[in-house]
């Protein structure tokens, strides 16, 4: 399952490979763009300005990075402190 928790229309859950070549194949340079594309139409859906849409997009943009970095750092947190009470 892709990280963001993605599905498609059958219910299936999708894995970001499979995420990354639908972005790709409906001419996105990749599911961030895609995300991106998406957080902005749906900030100008409820009534924001097109600057005001992309400001908000930029915004997700970056806290989605983080929240992707840090679960990709917990392994390694993780492990890290196993090592310390180990010894």
Do not use: N
């Not at 399952?1 to 229309?9: T, V």
């Not at 999708?14 to 749906?42: K, T, W």
């Amino acid at each position: 399952m892709s990280r963001a928790g993605y599905r498609f229309a059958d219910g299936r859950p999708a894995s970001d490979d499979e995420m990354e070549c639908v972005a790709v194949a409906f001419g996105f340079a990749g599911i961030d763009h895609l995300r991106r594309v998406m957080l902005a139409a749906d900030a100008r859906r409820a009534g924001a300005s097109p600057a005001a849409a992309e400001r908000i997009a930029a915004k997700a943009a970056r806290e989605i990075e983080l929240a992707e970095f840090s679960l990709r750092a917990e392994p390694v947190r993780r492990r890290s402190q196993q090592r310390r009470t180990a010894v």
